[in-house]
């Protein structure tokens, strides 16, 4: 799915626009992956692995999200500067699993603690409803404390570990958590 630009003041007061990305922003938002994996340990890819990202894979999978009606990829820019992204995307093909939504949000270290994850939340949550979503779904490592903090404060509860879930280059073990929220107001 598509969305229009919107622009956004953040808390300090930057202004930001989001669109959808599209093909010709490809070689942008393999750059903006590179740099937030380089320089974070809390997420689930290895910077070697976004390295090895194919241009034309990701070229693929942006078209998908543009095509889809209940999907769409996001990106906030600043200055025409790809720096944070978010997507929501359906957990599977299946009908019977069609109620579920995956959720995730890359932002830019310079660009954190100031709003703009929150915002990217709200949109995300605005987009589920309206695509007849009724739960969100990520997983999130351990020591990803401010990923950790903001779903539990827009309700999102920890339903499980997986324990040494992920192994970095160093050969150091981390605990995956998944949450959930629902959206219907169900609640466990």
């Known amino acids: 799915m598509r969305m229009q630009g919107r622009e ?26 590179k740099e937030v994996y380089d320089k974070n340990d809390m997420l689930e890819l290895n910077p070697n692995e976004v390295e090895e990202m194919k ?3 990701v070229r693929k999978e942006i078209k998908e999200f543009a095509k889809a009606k209940r ?17 929501v995307s359906r957990v599977s093909d299946k009908e ?15 660009f ?8 990217l939340m709200k949109l995300a949550f605005d987009f589920a409803g309206k695509v007849a979503y009724e739960q969100f779904e990520t997983t999130v490592l351990e020591s990803n404390t401010p990923a950790f903090i903001l779903c ?15 192994k970095n280059i160093k050969g150091a073990y981390q605990d995956s958590i998944l949450l959930i929220k629902y959206l219907n107001n169900y609640e466990t």
């Not at 069609?98 to 830019?108: C, E, G, Q, V």
């Not at 954190?112 to 915002?119: A, E, M, N, Q, V």
Request: contains cysteine.
């Open 8 to 33: 956004l003041t953040l808390k300090n007061g930057t202004k930001v626009e989001m669109h959808t990305v599209t093909v010709g922003e490809t070689g942008k938002y393999l750059k903006f992956m």
């Open 55 to 57: 241009r034309r894979r």
């Open 71 to 87: 999907q769409i990829l996001l990106g906030v820019y600043s200055e025409k500067k790809l720096i944070a992204a978010c997507s």
């Open 96 to 110: 019977k699993e069609s109620h579920r939504a995956a959720l995730s949000i890359a932002i830019a270290p310079e």
């Open 112 to 119: 954190r603690k100031i709003g703009l994850g929150s915002s």
């Open 152 to 166: 539990t404060e827009y309700g999102f509860k920890a339903m499980c570990r997986f324990p040494r879930a992920f």
